[in-house]
């Protein structure tokens, strides 16, 4: 991709320990390093390039570094107790997962790779537990609506996974491992450039005997194999064009049964600088969901498609930039279960004015969707900046979403209510951030308001999907992070109040209170560090009569440089064998998580 005009403006710097930054010193090169590293740039926030404080939303940026440090084996892991993130699975590894943020359901927070949006058209969410961490080099988690740049279910925000694109000379790797739970893992992938041409492949395998998903049932097995290709081309005038694909098959076992299942986004893009000014992008994609189950009811099959064709246009003003553009999608649901309809389609228009009026900026965006199913939806968003002074940066800002209704909701058989509405929310923000030379803090306030909930209740003598609730959502977050000597540390700290309006309780499944803390230290050739992740307690039911307790748990890492190119890393999980237990069966039963657990993996490759 082509990098529109965007401003760099503040080094970070954790405000806590100031004082001995101060007396650090660095060269240029390094404080600048360690300033994008803090202040990195993200385009999940705006659709166009933006550091984090620039971007007036609050957002989460996991890097490459963090994700080989941590080598988690679930992209959940590393999301657990982010700021403003709570992840409840059904038991582990390939288990049912789902991320809530800030307090919205799983069915609202937009999960995109590569700029390719993947669900269940079906289900509403995500396969979260599907997604293989060692595919991707960087997420960025953006809270807070986003329904005005990217239509349906961006209520809570927006996480969104990206594959390497490949620089600099051919750059293999091998990594092999293994480790409690008769787990095995293996992966290889090649990436590069050469003049103009970028090229990255990578495949990974993973498979284990699993543990206890519900007490007395025996062990549940996952194995899950991924293939990743990524080739792109920029010309001499600027233009470029690429394609990608990514690709997940396994199988995971349940209490009763198991499944086959696919995910699968595959994508090809072109990018032309028409002036100097103004670059027009084209993006044909699909998005594959698919399982193939067997339990107690017999066999069967799901596979939906998502169909998606995007025009955006970037126009460069001096100081400002205008984002413009047109979507068409198409969702199609084939299987087994005999839909009343298959099909259905969007057609959407978008625009987004970044200004920037120093000190003040301004970002104001609308969207148009026409649904086949539901209808015409309009949202927009409107956020307001003002630099205090070259470390700190206010702002505040409005934005409505809504949450599509899925193909269950509105056409299972004997179940599915064709006339629902959307989910529609309001959500006001205030937030503040300081940045200095070698940390960062971001504190923000927000209050979301969501009407036309859907909810499974008997009305009128017909049990099923009806708009019925409401819900109000206020939250606090806290982040910071800092590089000193040679420690990089990040902690976050949230509060959540999800509470069901019409009955006073709070939202299944939600965490009130979070902490996590990350530390890790370079010494040499070695790399060594930890986290903490706590959480309070969450309720099973929406009468608040089933408690979940909360947990502590505690996570070490160990990597190992022993040669060029060698190297070798061990991760030590739960290592006090903490009970953790995020959501129940409809019997009542527990899902269990994994307890203590050891993986030693060993590395050829930069």
């Not at 076992?253 to 198991?258: I, R, S």
């Amino acid at each position: 991709m082509t990098t529109p005009l965007f401003r760099r403006r503040g080094l970070a710097a954790l405000c806590l320990v100031a004082a001995p930054l101060a007396g650090a010193a660095e060269t240029d090169d390094s404080v600048t390093e360690t300033a994008l590293r803090l202040d990195p740039l993200v385009v999940s926030a705006t659709l166009a390039p933006r550091t984090t404080s620039e971007s007036l939303a609050s957002v989460t940026v996991l890097d490459e570094a963090a994700l080989r440090r941590q080598d988690p084996t679930a992209i959940t892991d590393i999301l657990r107790a982010q700021p403003g993130v709570d992840v409840t699975t059904n038991g582990s590894f390939g288990k049912t997962s789902s991320i809530f943020l800030r307090g919205t359901g799983s069915e609202s927070t937009l999960l995109m790779i590569d700029g390719i949006r993947l669900r269940s058209a079906t289900a509403g969410g995500p396969a979260w537990q599907f997604l293989e961490p060692r595919m991707f080099e960087r997420v960025e988690v953006v809270r807070g609506p986003r329904g005005s740049l990217y239509g349906a279910d961006a209520v809570g925000g927006v996480v969104q996974l990206f594959t390497p694109e490949g620089q600099g000379g051919p750059s293999p790797s091998i990594t092999l491992g293994g480790g409690s739970f008769d787990s095995r893992r293996a992966s290889a992938s090649l990436s590069g450039s050469e003049g103009g041409t970028r090229y990255a492949f990578s495949a990974s395998h993973f498979a284990t005997e699993g543990t206890e998903v519900v007490e007395g049932e025996g062990d549940k097995g996952y194995d899950n194999t991924t293939g990743f290709a990524r080739l792109s081309h920029t010309f001499a005038d600027g233009a470029e064009v690429g394609v990608l694909a990514l690709r997940a098959r396994g199988n995971t076992e349940f209490v009763g049964g198991d499944s086959d299942f696919v995910q699968q986004v595959a994508g090809l893009y072109g990018e032309l600088p028409v002036t100097d000014a103004w670059t027009s992008r084209l993006t044909l994609s699909e998005a594959r969901d698919e399982s193939d189950n067997t339990d107690a009811f017999g066999d069967s099959v799901i596979d939906t498609r998502t169909h998606t064709a995007r025009w955006e246009n970037t126009l460069a003003l001096g100081p400002h930039e205008l984002v413009a553009g047109a979507e068409y999608s198409e969702d199609e649901v084939t299987g087994t279960t005999a839909f009343t309809e298959t099909k259905r389609d969007n057609v959407a228009a978008f625009a987004q004015a970044l200004m920037d009026f120093s000190p003040f900026s301004v970002q104001a965006g609308l969207r148009h969707d026409d649904n086949e199913a539901f209808g015409e939806e309009v949202t927009g968003s409107l956020a307001l900046g003002y630099d205090l002074d070259d470390h700190h940066t206010l702002r505040a800002s409005y934005g409505t979403a809504f949450r599509a209704p899925t193909f269950n909701e509105l056409y299972w058989p004997g179940f599915g209510n064709p006339d629902l509405d959307p989910e529609r929310s309001e959500t006001v923000e205030l937030g503040l951030r300081g940045q200095f030379g070698k940390g960062f803090w971001d504190l923000a306030v927000y209050r979301t308001e969501v009407d036309d909930l859907i909810a499974n209740t008997l009305v009128d003598g017909r049990f099923a999907p009806f708009n019925v609730d409401q819900a109000r959502i206020r939250g606090v977050e806290l982040a910071t992070g800092a590089e000193v000597l040679d420690w990089t540390l990040r902690a976050a700290l949230s509060y959540v109040d999800p509470e069901d309006r019409e009955t006073g309780n709070r939202l299944v499944r939600r965490a009130s209170r979070s902490l996590r803390l990350d530390a890790d230290r370079t010494l040499g050739d070695w790399t060594l560090g930890g986290s903490l992740i706590a959480q309070g307690q969450r309720y099973n039911d929406a009468a608040n009569d089933e408690r979940l307790p909360g947990f502590g748990i505690v996570n070490l890492r160990a990597g190992w440089q022993f040669a060029p190119l060698w190297s070798t890393r061990l991760t030590l999980e739960n290592v006090l064998d903490r009970d953790v237990v995020t959501a129940r069966d409809f019997s009542g039963r527990d899902y269990l998580n994994a307890g203590r657990a050891a993986f030693l993996s060993v590395r050829f490759g930069e």
